[in-house]
């Protein structure tokens, strides 16, 4: 249900852990769609800074197997790359250079 997702994203940001949750949104013209939401901790320093979100819209097309794929290779290099920016420090991570 809506309210154990938003119960385990609470958890998870509180326990400073990444985590990957279902969901249902509305599109402006009303109509429902489904999505998985990931929160990505991000560190400099060992020190827990911010977090960052993003989201995959499930569809006929993108399977759920498919999204959980897609998320987890963005959630694989997402710290690094946002690290990298707020930090200026280089990547330990190898590049992605596949197809989403």
Not at 7 to 22: L, Y
Not at 70 to 84: F, I, K, N
């Amino acid at each position: 249900s809506e309210q154990r997702a938003v119960a385990k994203m609470i958890c998870a940001m509180r326990a400073g852990e990444e985590c990957v949750v279902r969901l249902s949104n509305y599109r402006k013209d009303g109509t429902k769609f489904e999505l998985l939401l990931a929160l990505c901790p991000i560190r400099c320093g060992g020190k827990l800074v911010y977090y960052v979100g993003l989201h995959v819209v499930l569809s006929e097309s993108i399977g759920l197997a498919r999204a959980l794929a897609d998320m987890e290779l963005l959630l694989e290099h997402m710290p690094a790359a946002v690290a990298t920016k707020a930090t200026g420090l280089k990547p330990r991570t190898r590049d992605y250079h596949g197809d989403l």
